[in-house]
């Protein structure tokens, strides 16, 4: 059975780089059948996508969040990893990582399997 | 590239049928049929339910299905149970190789 957990801290000052890091179980990042994505919750809100890599090592990225992003994946230890500067209290989510299930398709957006999620607080 | 659009709440009584609209542009909804649906209860990660607009995975029910209509996806479920009350969340690709989620639905079983 395939599991995602994710790892890091859980409080970052605002104006430093939050790192997160996603390590899977069960199965191999390594497949051209996945792509492999960030999802996050602000409290009380909606899901927001962050971004995705594939096994090629190829980013998808939110454009908004493109200049402050870095997805990037350890095939090596079956993992991948986010990393978000400059971060603000805007920042504050439960952040997911999540397997994108290809279905053939580039980027299809079926998330089937979630890790349980990390919430991530930006104190000023 | 904004969110698509859902009600912020629907209700239904069990057993009823209810329906649960994501509205987006033909930048998104309406030029692919890759939609996605996902249910979320209180404090747990999200569920897969419906993807490729109509499509459910293994193990979910054939109560939950989905549609498209022009910018319009829909996910309808019928026979309603009080385990189905929930937040639904649209998911949708974007013309350049993105995504985009909806606001999410709160679903209140009465």
């Known amino acids: 059975q395939l599991q995602l957990q994710e790892s890091g801290p859980g409080l970052v000052k605002a104006s430093e780089t939050l790192s997160l890091t996603c390590t899977v179980s069960?199965?191999?990042?390594?497949?051209?059948?996945?792509?492999w994505g960030w999802i996050r919750q602000p409290p009380g809100k909606g899901l927001e996508w962050i971004g995705s890599i594939y096994y090629s090592g190829r980013t998808y990225y939110k454009p908004s969040l493109r200049s402050r992003l870095t997805i990037s994946a350890d095939t090596s230890k079956n993992l991948f990893s986010l990393k978000l500067s400059s971060v603000t209290a805007a920042d504050t989510a439960v952040y997911y990582c999540?397997?994108?299930?290809?279905?053939?398709?580039?980027?299809?957006?079926?998330?089937?399997?979630w890790g349980q999620g990390t919430l991530v607080t930006v104190s000023s | 590239q904004s969110a698509l659009t859902q009600p912020a709440s629907v209700s239904g009584s069990p057993g009823q049928s209810i329906t649960i609209s994501c509205t987006g542009t033909s930048s998104d909804v309406g030029n692919y049929n890759l939609v996605s649906w996902y249910q979320q209860h209180p404090d747990k990660a999200p569920k897969l339910m419906i993807y490729e607009v109509s499509k459910r995975p293994s193990g979910v029910s054939n109560r939950f299905s989905g549609s498209k209509s022009g910018n319009t996806a829909s996910l309808t479920i019928s026979g309603l149970q009080a385990e189905d009350e929930a937040d639904y969340h649209c998911c949708s690709y974007v013309a350049g190789a993105t995504l985009v989620f909806g606001g999410g639905t709160k679903l209140t079983v009465l």
């Open positions: 069960g199965g191999s990042i390594s497949t051209s059948d996945y792509y």
């Open positions: 999540a397997r994108d299930n290809a279905w053939g398709w580039e980027l299809p957006g079926s998330f089937d399997y």
